[in-house]
């Protein structure tokens, strides 16, 4: 089946920091999701990409579609400590909408000190 | 923005107990929802696919007895662990999706599960 690994599996960062990371598949996807997972809560959408190529930015978050279509890379401007969670990459079963069953990153934990 | 509601967000009980976990779309209607489950320290993973009106479809290795869904409305659907035993505590979390060739899941924020 498909498998998305991410990487970092960890990082501490320091306040103020970007911070980047980046999540690869061993197959195609149509469609790229972030998603942040705050402790015992379930993950909120950050940014949803839809073309290989495609940058797009929410607030101090970038993200990009890789032209391959087999990976994505998820930025973060000058961290603060708010940012501490866990951020999944998510992708859709190929050639179907994201309103289809996800397949979800091994994640990254995100770790800010001041 | 879509609101999902988990109820309830955190259940103890003993071992062979049912249970029931209610996810539920609060403003808009929802063709089909998802159940996730998540290990500590793991990503989530694909349970089963509930279609209102309709019987759910499981991943492979989900028992389906054990795990009985119900999607009765297009804003309700509930999970019942049923029997469960310490190995299903775990954290559950569902999602729903208004199906419009785009709209991106929206997750509910789970229910912490915890068997004794």
């Known amino acids: 089946g498909q498998q998305l690994n991410q990487s970092p599996q960890s990082m501490f960062i320091q306040e103020g920091e970007d911070v980047s990371m980046n999540c690869t598949s061993s197959?195609?996807?149509?469609?790229w999701l972030w998603y942040k997972q705050d402790p015992g809560e379930g993950p909120v959408l950050l940014i949803a990409?839809?073309?290989?190529?495609e940058l797009t930015s929410n607030g101090r978050l970038t993200a990009q579609f890789g032209i391959t279509r087999k990976d994505s890379f998820l930025n973060i401007s000058a961290s603060i400590p708010s940012d501490v969670g866990i951020y999944f990459c998510a992708g859709p079963q190929p050639f179907t909408g994201t309103a289809s069953k996800l397949t979800f990153g091994t994640g990254t934990r995100l770790q800010v000190t001041l | 923005g879509a609101v999902v509601s988990q109820h309830p967000s955190r259940v103890i009980c003993k071992s062979g107990t049912s249970v029931k976990i209610e996810c539920r779309s609060l403003?808009?209607?929802?063709?089909?929802m998802f159940w996730y489950r998540q290990f500590p320290k793991q990503s989530l993973m694909l349970m089963a696919t509930?279609?209102?009106?309709?019987?759910?479809?499981?991943e492979q290795g989900v028992e389906k007895d054990k795990f009985l869904i119900n999607h009765a409305s297009l804003t309700l659907s509930t999970l019942t662990v049923t029997s469960a035993h310490p190995e299903d505590s775990s954290f559950y979390i569902c999602?729903?999706?208004?199906?419009?060739?785009?709209?991106?899941?929206?997750f509910g924020d789970g229910t912490r599960l915890s068997i004794l």
């Open positions: 403003d808009f209607q929802a063709t089909t």
């Open positions: 999602s729903a999706t208004e199906w419009t060739g785009r709209e991106p899941q929206h």
């Open positions: 990409l839809y073309k290989a190529g």
């Open positions: 509930s279609n209102e009106g309709s019987k759910a479809t499981y």
């Open positions: 197959s195609i996807f149509n469609t």
